[in-house]
């Protein structure tokens, strides 16, 4: 059974840092291409960053530098490193896993997705 479960998520103040987390099961993180996209009521799922099978990393032009994503074969989990918190932070983050291109070209490419984790920076 596949199953991708984000937690890390949080109401933080602008400025700080949040680590969140993507554990997969059913599967191992570095079959796929990994990822993680963003929402905003009312607006469309947006890609952030994705992690290849070989480890490369992509990010959108938005990201400059303020979030990482990284990977731990070991504990099957891909993380999202963001620094430097803004309000416009504040979103569901969602992890996403894709069987084919990697970084994913539309939501109709992901695969699995997790249930989502919210972040809200005042």
């Known amino acids: 059974h596949v199953q991708l479960v984000e937690s890390g998520g949080d109401s933080v103040q602008a400025g700080g840092s949040l680590r969140l987390s993507c554990v997969a099961s059913?599967?191992?993180?570095?079959?796929?291409?990994m990822g993680w996209f963003r929402q905003a009521p009312g607006k469309e799922r947006e890609w952030i960053t994705s992690?290849?099978?070989?480890?490369?990393?992509y990010y959108a032009d938005f990201v400059r530098g303020r979030l990482t994503i990284s990977r731990d074969n070991t504990k099957n989990t891909v993380y999202l490193q963001i620094n430097s918190l803004k309000p416009e932070d504040s979103n569901a983050y969602y992890c996403?896993?894709?069987?084919?291109?990697?970084?994913?070209?539309?939501?109709?490419?992901?695969?699995?997705w997790g249930q989502g984790t919210q972040v809200t920076v005042s």
């Open positions: 996403a896993a894709s069987n084919g291109r990697c970084p994913p070209q539309r939501l109709s490419d992901v695969t699995y």
């Open positions: 992690i290849a099978r070989l480890g490369s990393t």
């Open positions: 059913g599967f191992t993180v570095n079959s796929r291409c």
